[in-house]
T-cell receptor, first 112, second 113 residues
Framework: GQQLNQSPQSMFIQEGEDVSMNCTSS?????WLWYKQDPGEGPVLLIA?????ELTSNGRLTAQFGITRKDSFLNISASIPSDVGIYFC????????????FGTGTRLKVLA | NAGVTQTPKFRILKIGQSMTLQCTQD?????MYWYRQDPGMGLKLIYY???????DKGEVPNGYNVSRSTTEDFPLRLELAAPSQTSVYFC????????????FGPGTRLTVT
C-alpha cells in the first residue's frame, strides 16, 4: 500500500535547538495530520491541516500544508527533553477520505 | 472523557488460538478504525467502520474480522492466530465527515508463538 516518505528517519539534537521534519507524497492530499508517539503508547494528535498553504501552531509546534498539496512540514522550536518520541505524519488523499496514509515516522532524541 | 480505550494491554497467544481485541470510544464518533503497527513501519489499516452496522476492509484484513453493533464499540476478532499477526494493534476514531481528526487508543501488544 501507499506510504508517505517521511524525513529524516531519526535525529539527535541538543536541548534548545529547533527541529524540522517533513513528509512527502506522490499524490495530492486533502488533509495532513501530525502525531507524536511515546514508547508503549498510542499516537497523540498534535496538529491537523486542511488547506494548501495553511500554517498552524500548537505551542512550540508549527506545521504547514505544502502549497503543492503533496507535502507537509513540522517544526519544533526550542526543543526540550520531553519532545523525545516518534513523530508521524498522516494524510487523506483525494481518492479516499475515509482512509489515512501514514508515514514511517521521525525518531527524535533530545540531548540535555 | 476516557476517549478511545482498548483491552487487553498485552496478550500472548499460541498459534491457532482465537481472541477478540476490544475497543470502545465515548466521544460519539461515527468512524472507527483498526490498525496494526509493525517495527519500523507505518500504521496499516485492517478494517474500518463509518457507522453502526457498516464495516469495510482496509489494506491488511486477512485473518481478522470485525463487527460494529453500536456506535461505541468496534471489536477486532483474530481467528486461528499466526506468528505473522504478532504486532501492536491500535484502535482509532474520528467524528465523521465534518472533521478529519483521528484519535487513537493506547494499543494492544499481541505476541503469537
Amino acid at each position: 500500500g501507499q506510504q508517505l516518505n517521511q524525513s529524516p528517519q531519526s535525529m539527535f539534537i541538543q536541548e534548545g535547538e529547533d527541529v524540522s521534519m517533513n513528509c512527502t507524497s506522490s499524490s495530492i492530499f486533502n488533509t495532513w495530520l501530525w502525531y507524536k508517539q511515546d514508547p508503549g503508547e498510542g499516537p497523540v494528535l498534535l496538529i491537523a491541516l486542511y488547506k494548501a498553504g495553511e500554517l498552524t501552531s500548537n505551542g512550540r509546534l508549527t506545521a504547514q500544508f505544502g502549497i503543492t498539496r503533496k507535502d507537509s512540514f513540522l517544526n519544533i522550536s526550542a526543543s526540550i527533553p520531553s519532545d523525545v518520541g516518534i513523530y508521524f505524519c498522516a494524510g487523506t488523499s483525494t481518492s479516499g477520505t475515509y482512509k489515512y496514509i501514514f508515514g514511517t515516522g521521525t525518531r527524535l532524541k533530545v540531548l540535555a | 472523557n476516557a476517549g478511545v480505550t482498548q483491552t487487553p494491554k498485552f496478550r500472548i497467544l499460541k498459534i491457532g488460538q482465537s481472541m477478540t481485541l476490544q475497543c470502545t470510544q465515548d466521544m460519539n464518533h461515527n468512524y472507527m478504525y483498526w490498525y496494526r503497527q509493525d517495527p519500523g513501519m507505518g500504521l496499516k489499516l485492517i478494517y474500518y467502520s463509518v457507522g453502526a452496522g457498516i464495516t469495510d476492509k482496509g489494506e491488511v484484513p486477512n485473518g481478522y474480522n470485525v463487527s460494529r453493533s453500536t456506535t461505541e464499540d468496534f471489536p477486532l476478532r483474530l481467528e486461528l492466530a499466526a506468528p505473522s499477526q504478532t504486532s501492536v494493534y491500535f484502535c482509532a476514531s474520528r467524528p465523521g465527515t465534518v472533521s478529519y481528526e483521528q484519535y487513537f487508543g493506547p494499543g494492544t501488544r499481541l505476541t503469537v508463538t
